[in-house]
């Protein structure tokens, strides 16, 4: 079989760089956002992509900015 990720999360991993440990990568997709309204990122890698990487966007954006 050709097990590959789907392409939000290797969009996702992407934009965390290395920004992230790999658990707080892990812990991130698991974990209610607020940008998704307290949905878990992985729960909507699925139905809406798009979403989840404008979150991981929103992520790095207010780490970066405090």
Known sequence: SDLKPKKAVVQVLQIFGESFSGLAVASWFVAGNSFLNE????DLLDSNPALVIE???DEVTEISHG
């Open 55 to 57: 979150a991981a966007k």
């Open 39 to 42: 949905r878990c990122p992985a």
